[in-house]
C-alpha cells in the first residue's frame, strides 16, 4: 500500500526500449495505489546517476521530463503518497546524498528520522527535502566515507532504521546492483531473462515475468540481472548479525491475471483492504505521537470541541467525543456533518470543529469546516489524504497512515481513524492532567497492540465470518446493539451489512432496543452484540436475554472474559481482553468480515455497491 516502488537492472540485449520507458510503464502498472509525485533515477552507459522527478500525474510528468527516452541499464522509480512532507518536487523520490551518487526510493516512514537527520546535519550533510526517506542515502554516504563497501554502508544504515520500510537505493560507485530492504512494507523480486525486478508489487513486473521471490520482514540484500543476494538481520542483544539466506526455494511462479495482481491475489479490494488494516494501524499509529502533538495542545486548553463526520467517519467521531468526555473531561459533541448547520450558529470564538474524513473532500463536512472557520472556530482536518480539500481548508491537519482505499465501503481508514483519534483524545486528557502519566502510557500501549490483535483476529475470526454468512446471506434484516463506546462499533457494523450486503441492519443503544425495536423481533431474528468489556457485560446481559426471549439469534463480539454474556450467544466472535480504547479500535474487525462475507455469499460486488460513492462531493 501507498508509495509504489520499482527498480529493473538489465544487461545488453534485455530489451529495446529505453530504460526509462520501462520504469514509466511499471510506475503506470503501480498507479492504482494512489500518489501524489513520481520519480525516477536512472545509472547510464556513459556513467552518469540521471535524476527526474516531480509533483503530479504519471504521464504528464513523464511527457516533460522525458521519462520514455532516458536510456540506461540500472534504474529505480517510485510514486509517492504523502507521508512526511507535502507533495512538491523537493519530496518526490528518488533521494541522494550530498554527492548525488546514491539514490533511494521508500515506501514507509523511518520513525527514528529526526534524531538521525539531526546527526547528519552535525556531521555536515545538506538536506534537500523535508521527508524521512532522506536520512537514508546520507546515512549510506557517512558509512562509505569510513571505508564500507557500498552494500556493507546500506546494511548498516538498515540497522540504524526503526520504522516500516520497503526501499530500493542503485549508487554510481556499484553500478549493476540494486540493493533492498523489507520491513512491514511489501517487497518482491522479480527473476527475467538478461535482467531482474524488484518492486513494490508483482504487478509492475508481470509482463516481463511470472517469476517472483516473496521477501519477509527483515530481509535485505541486492540484484545484478543475474544474481540475488538476501540476507536476514538477527538482533542479539546489543549486536546484529546478518545471516545468508537460500532464496532458491522460495521462487514462485505467479499464476495471477493482471487484475487480480492488482489486488494481491485477493478476490476484491475490500478484502485486500481489511487485511491491510494490521499494517494501516501500525504506519498511523509509530507517527501518532508526533502528529497528534500540537492539536492536542490546543485542545487542552480548550472547552468545546465539536466533531464533523459523514458515514463511516461519522462513527469515527462518535467513538471519539464519548473519548474526550471521558477520558479529557472535554465538551464534545459528533455531529453528522450535513446536519452541522443546525450548530454552527451556536458557536463562538475559542470552540474547536474537527473535521473527520478519509479522503478529505466530502463536501458535507468541507463545508461545516468552512461555516465554522467563518464563525472564529479554530478548525482541524483529521484525514487520509494530505493536501486534500478539507486538510488545506482547515488550520491545522493531522493525518491517518493507512494508504489509499478502494473499496467503497470504508474498512482500514475507520479503525486508523478511531486510533489515532483516541490517541489524540488520551493525550489531551493527559495534558489537562485528567490523565496521570502512567494511567495515559497504559492505554498508548494497548492502542499500540492492535495491529498484533487485529492481525490474530483476522487469522481467527475469517473462517467464523463466512460461516455465519451463510446464514445472514438469507436475512433481510438484523439488529445491531451496543452500549458506550460499543454503539459507534455497532453502527458501523450495521452500516457495513446495509452498504455491501443490502441487508437492513439498524444499530440502536442496546438499552433503548426495548423501547420499539424489540417488536419487529421474532423467531430467528437477528441480533448482534457489541460488548467491549467486561465491564459492559452485566447491563447487556439482560438485553441479550430480552432478544432471545423473543426468538432472537444473539451473536456476540465481545471479551474473552465476558463468559456469561458469551454463554447466552448462539454464535460469537470471542475477541481477547482489552483496554476498552483499544477495543474499540479493533472490535469491528469481525463485523467488516461477516459484511464482506454476506455480500459475496449473496453473488454481490462488495467493491462496487449499488447507489453509493466512494467520494461524495455533492450535498
Ligand atoms: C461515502 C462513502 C463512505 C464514507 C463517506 C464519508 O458515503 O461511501 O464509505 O464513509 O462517504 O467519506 P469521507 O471520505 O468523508 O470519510
Known amino acids: 500500500m501507498v508509495c509504489g516502488i520499482i527498480g529493473i537492472t538489465t544487461e545488453e540485449g534485455f530489451t529495446q526500449e529505453p530504460l526509462g520507458k520501462l520504469i514509466k510503464d511499471a510506475l503506470k502498472r503501480l498507479e492504482y495505489r494512489g500518489y501524489d509525485s513520481v520519480g525516477l533515477a536512472v545509472i ?68 527514528n528520522y529526526k534524531k538521525l537527520k539531526e546527526f547528519l546535519i552535525g556531521e555536515g550533510h545538506r538536506f534537500a527535502s523535508d521527508t524521512d526517506t532522506e536520512v537514508i542515502p546520507h546515512l549510506v554516504e557517512s558509512f562509505k566515507k569510513r571505508g564500507l563497501s557500498t552494500y556493507e554502508a546500506f546494511k548498516k544504515t538498515i540497522e ?40 513494490s508489487d508483482v504487478v509492475a513486473f508481470l509482463n516481463h515475468t511470472r517469476r517472483v521471490i516473496v521477501l519477509v520482514d527483515g530481509e535485505a540484500g541486492y540484484i545484478t540481472p543475474r544474481e540475488v543476494v538476501v540476507e536476514r538481520m538477527v ?3 546489543g549486536s546484529v548479525r546478518w545471516l545468508p539466506v537460500d532464496v532458491e526455494r522460495r521462487v514462485r511462479v505467479v499464476e495471477w491475471s493482471p487484475e487480480m495482481a492488482l489486488k494481491e491475489g485477493y478476490d476484491f479490494f475490500m478484502l485486500k483492504e481489511i487485511h491491510e488494516q494490521p499494517y494501516a494501524l501500525a504506519s498511523t499509529l509509530s507517527a501518532a505521537n508526533e502528529s ?12 468545546r470541541v465539536l466533531l464533523l463526520g459523514a458515514g463511516t467517519s461519522y462513527h469515527a467521531t462518535l467513538i471519539t467525543a464519548l473519548l474526550f468526555r471521558k477520558y479529557a473531561n472535554l465538551w464534545a459533541e459528533a455531529l453528522i456533518s450535513s446536519e452541522s448547520r443546525w450548530w454552527l450558529n451556536a458557536l463562538s470564538q475559542g470552540d474547536v470543529v474537527i473535521g ?24 482541524i482536518a483529521v484525514t487520509n489524504v494530505v493536501e486534500s480539500a478539507i486538510a488545506r481548508e482547515a488550520d491545522m491537519a493531522i493525518y491517518i497512515r493507512a494508504g489509499p482505499e478502494i473499496g467503497v465501503a470504508a474498512t482500514k481508514t475507520f479503525t486508523s481513524q478511531v486510533a489515532l483519534l483516541s490517541y489524540l483524545a488520551i493525550k489531551t486528557g493527559e495534558l489537562r492532567s485528567v490523565l496521570k502519566p502512567s494511567v495515559a502510557a497504559n492505554i498508548y500501549n494497548a492502542l499500540r497492540e492492535t495491529p498484533e490483535i487485529v492481525a490474530r483476529t483476522l487469522k481467527e475470526s475469517e ?6 454468512a451463510d446464514k445472514m446471506s438469507f436475512k433481510n434484516n438484523a439488529y445491531y446493539l451496543g452500549r458506550g463506546l460499543g454503539l459507534p462499533v455497532a453502527m458501523e457494523g450495521a452500516l457495513k451489512m446495509k452498504e455491501i450486503a443490502y441487508v437492513h441492519a439498524e444499530a440502536y443503544p442496546a438499552g433503548e432496543s426495548k423501547h420499539g425495536p424489540i417488536a419487529l423481533v421474532e423467531e430467528g431474528f437477528p441480533v448482534v452484540f457489541v460488548i467491549l468489556s467486561k465491564e459492559e457485560e452485566e447491563l447487556i446481559k439482560s438485553n441479550i436475554e430480552e432478544m432471545k426471549a423473543r426468538g432472537a439469534y444473539a451473536i456476540l463480539v465481545s471479551p474473552n472474559n465476558a463468559e456469561e454474556a458469551l454463554s447466552l450467544a448462539d454464535f460469537s466472535f470471542v475477541m481477547p481482553a482489552l483496554h476498552e480504547v483499544a477495543s474499540a479500535t479493533s472490535y469491528v474487525v469481525p463485523l467488516q468480515l461477516l459484511a464482506y462475507y454476506t455480500a459475496v455469499k449473496k453473488g454481490l460486488d462488495p467493491d462496487k455497491p449499488r447507489n453509493l460513492a466512494k467520494t461524495v462531493t455533492v450535498f
Open 463 to 468: 473462517r467464523l465470518a463466512s460461516l455465519l
Open 292 to 303: 497528534v502533538s500540537d492539536v492536542a495542545r490546543v485542545l487542552a486548553k480548550s472547552e
Open 235 to 237: 538482533r542479539e542483544g
Open 356 to 379: 473527520v474524513s478519509q479522503s478529505g473532500e466530502t463536501i458535507d463536512t468541507l463545508r461545516g469546516i468552512r461555516e465554522a472557520k467563518e464563525r472564529g472556530a479554530l478548525t
Open 160 to 199: 540504524l532504521l526503526e520504522g516500516a520500510y520497503a526501499l530500493a537505493m542503485i549508487d554510481l560507485e556499484d553500478p549493476g546492483k540494486i540493493f533492498f530492504a523489507k520491513k512491514m512494507s511489501p517487497l518482491i523480486i522479480g527473476l527475467g531473462n538478461k535482467g531482474n525486478f524488484v518492486a
Open 44 to 111: 547510464t552507459e556513459e556513467g552518469l546517476l540521471k535524476i527526474r522527478k516531480s509533483k503530479g500525474m504519471i504521464d504528464a510528468v513523464s511527457q516533460r521530463l522525458g521519462f520514455d527516452s532516458i536510456s540506461g541499464f540500472n534504474g529505480i522509480g517510485h510514486t509517492r503518497w504523502a507521508t512526511h512532507g507535502k507533495p512538491s518536487d523537493e519530496n518526490a523520490h528518488p533521494h541522494t546524498d550530498c554527492l548525488g551518487r546514491v539514490a533511494v526510493v521508500h515506501n514507509g516512514i523511518i520513525e
